[in-house]
């Protein structure tokens, strides 16, 4: 059984920096894409930032230049640093990752519980 644990979530005032991690773990053999999205309040979720195995990632909009996500497939860990935050930043995180478990031979979708980040005004 595969779980992704997300943790680094809080408050933080307008301004300040989040680094927020997903950990990978179970009966995995392959992980393609890991991404991260997000949902604030009354929204619909949204594509915030997402790596490809070999490192190429790409970023919404209203987070380019704000906004880092990196992995480490040793730890098959996805990362998300976040700085410059602001007050619309505030919404549940959600990590993603597109991986082969046992016993499937087909990449699935897979999610984490959530965390959430507060950017106080």
């Known amino acids: 059984q595969v779980q992704l644990v997300e943790s680094g979530g809080g408050l933080v005032q307008a301004g300040g920096s989040l680094r927020l991690s997903c950990a990978a773990s179970?009966?995995?053999?392959?992980?393609?894409?890991m991404a991260w999205y997000r949902r604030a309040p009354g929204k619909q979720r949204e594509l915030v930032a997402d790596i490809t195995s070999g490192g190429n990632a790409n970023y919404a909009d209203s987070v380019k230049g704000r906004f880092t996500i990196s992995r480490d497939n040793a730890k098959n860990t996805v990362y998300l640093q976040m700085n410059s935050l602001k007050p619309e930043d505030t919404a549940v995180y959600y990590c993603?990752?597109?991986?082969?478990?046992?016993?499937?031979?087909?990449?699935?979708?897979?999610w984490g519980q959530g965390t959430q980040v507060t950017v106080s005004s």
């Open positions: 993603n990752a597109n991986l082969k478990a046992y016993p499937t031979s087909r990449y699935t979708n897979y």
């Open positions: 179970g009966n995995m053999f392959s992980i393609n894409a």
